[in-house]
Structures are given as structure tokens and as C-alpha cells.
């Protein structure tokens, strides 16, 4: 078998965190124009539709009932997360929304702790209460600036809720990823999530324009995309791509200014900065 070149692990990281972020403005605008439930069921429902050749060629085999009952599980927390984090994100500059997420890893710690057992370490407190201190100098400066409303008030909580139900999913993906491979994955989480959005579309569900039903679609594309980081986490050690992650930091600031106009304050950088060390130190000590 030919090795691998030692960059294109990097490369294939990189280049998943850069359409994940890109994936995040087009729903954004996707769901400003369309509503947020609308959008996201469109976006499962194409994502279905694109996996499902994918998970045939790769040698489809039906998961048995215990692997459906974890699919369905981490689809439920999936559902919730996306429908809190894009609803959030509609509501703040994307860069804010993406710095506020990634205190999900830290949260991940001690929900390991209570549901696998995982003993929390120094680190993991320093880690944390680093982390901690980058959303408060975040919302603070959302709370004391000119920007103040109630709207971004509810879309801090409903992104800081979506980054408790994420630091959940990270849980569940470990035991995920043990019984199931990246096609069927991303196939069954499309599809379950997609069923289960589906139970309110009597209520909720507005066609939206074409414009809308072109993003949904894109961003699932862009979404299909996860499989190149799960490329790169086969072939590189997770501690070396871990920093990869968070350019998607970068990404978000630079999409959100290119799309929406969106400047990035200087208590937005400070705040991602801790709340980055603190992942990298949560990092370290995981791997």
C-alpha cells in the first residue's frame, strides 16, 4: 500500500475546517432567509441525498440494532445542537459564535467524567477555568457595547446551550466511531436527524425561495466534507491536528466579513485566544 505523504494529513484538516466554516455562513444566510428550522431540514434532507451513493460504494451493510440505537441517539443531540447553534447564529457575527463553540471541548471533559468515568485532572480545571474566562470577556463585551440587544442576548445562551449538547455529541462520537465507519456515519446522521426535524414540518416548515433551497443544498455538500478530517485523524496523531481546529476562528471571521460585513473586536480576540489555550491544554492532556 502507498504511504502517505506526511502533509496531506494537515492538508485535508485544514481544508475540512475551511469548508466547515464556510458551510456555517452560507446556513446563516440560508437561514435568515428561510428561518432556521426550514434550512436545516433541507440541508439533512440533501445530505441524505448526496451520502447515500457514497455509503452504497463504500459496501453498505445495515447497522445492527444496538449500532441504530447510538445513530439515533447522537442524531437526537445533533438535532438540538444544530437547530440552538444556527438559531444563535443568526443572532451574533459568525467569528463570536464560532469562539463561544469551542468551549465545547472543555464542557466534553466533565461530561466524560459523569458518563464514562474519566478522572478530571489539574489540567482539566486550569483548562477550564481558562475557557471559562474567554467567554467572560466575550459576553462582556457584548453585554457593555453599543450592540446590546435582546436578540444577541438570547443568541449568546443559544449558542453556549448548543456548545453543552456538542461537548455531548464529542462524547457520543468516541462511541460512535468504534461501531460504525465515516459514510455510514454521516448517512444515518443526515437521514435520523432529518426524521426527526421531520415530526415538526407541519408547524414549522416554510418552502423557502430558490436562493435558499441553492445554500441548503451547497452546505450539505460542504458538510459531506467531514470525511476528509476523518481521512486526516486516520493518518495523523489527533495531538498534532488539534491546532488545525481552530483556525476555523480565522475562517469564521473572514467569511463573516467577506458575506455579512461582520468586524471581529479586540475582546473577541482576546476571549478566542483563552478559550483556545484552554482546548489546546484539554488537548494535551486527552491524547
Request: glycine residues 8%; contains cysteine; positive net charge.
Amino acid at each position: 500500500m502507498a504511504r502517505t505523504h506526511p502533509i496531506l494529513p494537515f492538508l485535508a484538516a485544514a481544508a475540512g475546517i475551511c469548508t466547515f466554516s464556510m458551510m456555517d455562513a452560507i446556513m446563516k444566510g440560508a437561514s435568515i432567509s428561510a428561518g432556521v428550522y426550514s434550512a436545516l431540514l433541507l440541508r439533512c434532507a440533501f445530505g441524505t441525498l448526496l451520502m447515500l451513493p457514497v455509503w452504497l460504494l463504500s459496501g453498505a451493510r445495515w447497522p445492527s440494532r444496538a449500532v441504530l440505537q447510538v445513530h439515533l441517539l447522537r442524531s437526537a443531540v445533533v438535532a438540538g445542537m444544530a437547530l440552538l447553534f444556527f438559531w444563535g447564529l443568526v443572532r451574533l457575527p459568525l467569528a463570536e459564535a464560532i469562539a463561544l463553540s469551542f468551549i465545547a471541548p472543555l464542557i466534553a471533559l466533565y461530561l466524560a467524567a459523569v458518563l464514562l468515568g474519566e478522572i478530571i485532572r489539574t489540567e482539566a480545571v486550569v483548562a477550564s477555568l481558562l475557557g471559562l474566562s474567554g467567554v467572560v470577556i466575550i459576553v462582556a463585551a457584548r453585554l457593555g457595547g453599543d450592540t446590546l440587544n435582546e436578540q444577541s442576548v438570547w443568541g449568546i445562551a443559544a449558542v453556549l446551550g448548543s456548545a453543552v449538547l456538542y461537548a455531548w455529541n464529542l462524547v457520543l462520537q468516541r462511541q460512535q466511531a468504534q461501531v460504525a465507519g465515516p459514510q455510514e456515519i454521516a448517512l444515518f446522521q443526515n437521514l435520523l436527524v432529518a426524521l426527526i426535524l421531520s415530526l415538526a414540518a407541519p408547524w414549522l416548515l416554510h418552502w423557502p425561495g430558490m436562493a435558499a433551497l441553492r445554500d441548503s443544498a451547497l452546505a450539505a455538500a460542504l458538510a459531506g466534507v467531514s470525511l476528509l478530517l476523518s481521512w486526516a485523524y486516520a493518518r495523523a496523531e489527533a495531538q498534532a491536528l488539534v491546532p488545525i481546529e481552530y483556525t476555523g476562528f480565522i475562517w469564521a471571521a473572514l467569511f463573516g466579513w467577506l458575506k455579512f460585513g461582520e468586524p471581529v473586536g479586540i475582546a473577541t480576540l482576546a476571549g478566542a485566544m483563552l478559550i483556545v489555550v484552554g482546548s489546546w491544554i484539554a488537548a494535551q492532556r486527552a491524547v
